[in-house]
């Protein structure tokens, strides 16, 4: 079964500043989605930025970057130019592509971040 | 284009009673998903559902929970008989018909308290 592993219950950063998001994960499968998930407190869930795994490439999205490893299994996240926006829980995701229950998406337990001033 | 709609946003029930929760997915979606979500944690997945078919209920409890997702309505995840371990936030989300590298959307959410 696949496990996905965020190592750091609460994360803070300064304004403007650039902060890492940890997720490891596990699986015998050779392609899969990452995604990174951020749910403020409102609690929606907003896709954040999201990666497949035959790309060697790391996905960006504007402030948002990744630093996947493949042969690591690590999937981490940037942010950067942290804005009073950015806090919120961010969840790491995997789905995976050839197995027949594909879609689901399995969660780890989540980040908090904080952005001070 | 309307996101995926879930109600109530807000649901109270007694020990014992009947939660049902409602999704509807977004205009064009025929996959629908179901997650819980306990108090701090992350989300975990229950059932997957495509239109009069349950595809994947692996992450379903065995007993008092069921889900459907009829030819017309939204999907209903139905919950007997509740139980204080039933509070927590059930999510829905939605994607389009066999794009497995499209991202699935997800509602706001049920907050389901049991009293």
């Known amino acids: 079964a696949q496990t996905v592993t965020q190592s750091q219950p609460e994360m803070s950063v300064q304004e403007a500043e650039t902060v890492t998001l940890s997720c490891t994960y596990d699986?015998?499968?050779?392609?899969?989605?990452l995604f990174w998930y951020k749910q403020p407190p409102s609690r929606q869930m907003i896709l954040v930025i999201r990666?497949?795994?035959?790309?060697?490439q790391n996905a960006t999205e504007n402030r948002f970057s990744v630093n996947f490893q493949k042969a690591a299994k690590s999937f981490s996240l940037k942010i950067s130019d942290s804005q009073l926006g950015d806090a919120a829980m961010y969840f790491c995701a995997y789905r995976a592509v050839y197995t027949g229950t594909a879609s689901k998406l399995t969660f780890g337990t989540g980040t908090r971040l904080q952005v001070t001033l | 284009n309307a996101g995926v709609m879930q109600n109530p946003r807000h649901l109270v029930r007694r020990r014992g009673q009947e939660a049902r929760l409602r999704c509807s997915p977004m205009k064009g979606h025929s996959h629908v998903y179901w997650y819980r979500q306990l108090p701090e944690e992350g989300l975990k997945f229950m059932v997957y559902?495509?239109?009069?078919?349950?595809?994947?209920e692996s992450g379903m409890p065995k007993e008092r929970f069921s889900a459907e997702f009829p030819k017309e309505g939204p999907s209903i995840l139905r919950i007997q008989q509740v139980v204080r371990g039933d509070s927590a936030a059930y999510f829905c989300?939605?994607?389009?018909?066999?794009?497995?590298?499209?991202?699935?959307?997800f509602g706001d959410g049920t907050r389901l308290s049991i009293l």
């Open positions: 699986t015998s499968e050779s392609d899969y989605y």
């Open positions: 989300a939605s994607s389009p018909e066999g794009l497995l590298n499209q991202p699935q959307h």
């Open positions: 559902l495509q239109k009069e078919n349950i595809i994947d």
């Open positions: 990666q497949e795994a035959y790309k060697q």
